[in-house]
Antibody, heavy 122, light 110 residues
């Protein structure tokens, strides 16, 4: 059974870079069948797609966030990562990693990781 | 790109049916049969309930169904049960390479 687990600092200072990693178990991140993505949810608010990556390195970004976000993949570790620069309090959110259920960025997310709360504060 | 529009809340009694709407534009919901729906219980990760407008993943109850007309997609839950109380989110492709979520709808089972 495929499982995803987010990890990274729970507290980041304003203007610094947020870095998160998603470790995939129970399946290979190098599979040509799936894409992998990040989604976030500010406290008490809705979901926002951030970025998606394919094992080949192809990347897709939400336009409003594109200038600050980098998604990358490390197939040898079965992990993919998210970096978001110049963070502000508005970036405080639960960050989820998830697998797209087929080989397109348009495929739905299934399954999801449990999520990790990142707070931006000095 | 703006979030898709969902009602903030809906409610229904056990056994009843409810419908949650998800309104977009001709650039997203109206252009692609790629609307998905997610259920999120409090402090949990979202769970996929419907993909490609009306397809139910394995294991999802047939009480959940999806449809689309023009720029509006809908999720219908029949035979409401207490366990259905959760937040529901729609999601649509906005081009071949981008996605947008709805603002979410809180379902209360009375």
């Amino acid at each position: 059974q495929l499982q995803l687990q987010e990890s990274g600092p729970g507290l980041v200072k304003p203007s610094e870079t947020l870095s998160l990693t998603c470790t995939v178990s129970g399946g290979s991140i190098s599979s040509s069948t799936y894409y992998w993505g990040w989604i976030r949810q500010p406290p008490g608010k809705g979901l926002e797609w951030i970025a998606t990556i394919y094992f080949s390195g192809s990347t897709y970004y939400n336009p409003p966030l594109k200038s600050r976000v980098t998604i990358s993949i490390e197939t040898s570790k079965n992990q993919f990562s998210l970096k978001m620069s110049s963070v502000t309090a508005a970036d405080t959110a639960v960050y989820f990693c998830a697998r797209h259920s087929c080989s397109s960025v348009n495929c739905p997310f299934d399954p999801w990781g449990q999520g990790t709360l990142v707070t931006v504060s000095s | 790109q703006s979030a898709l529009t969902q009602p903030a809340s809906v409610s229904g009694s056990p056994g009843q049916s409810i419908t949650i709407s998800c309104t977009g534009t001709s650039s997203d919901v109206g252009s692609y049969n790629l609307v998905s729906w997610y259920q999120q219980h409090a402090d949990k990760a979202p769970k996929l309930m419907i993909s490609e407008v009306s397809k139910r993943p394995s294991g999802v109850s047939n009480r959940f169904s999806g449809s689309k007309s023009g720029n509006t997609a809908s999720l219908t839950i029949s035979g409401l049960q207490a366990e259905d109380e959760a937040d529901y989110y729609c999601c649509s492709s906005t081009s071949s390479t981008t996605l947008v979520f709805g603002g979410g709808t809180k379902l209360t089972v009375l």
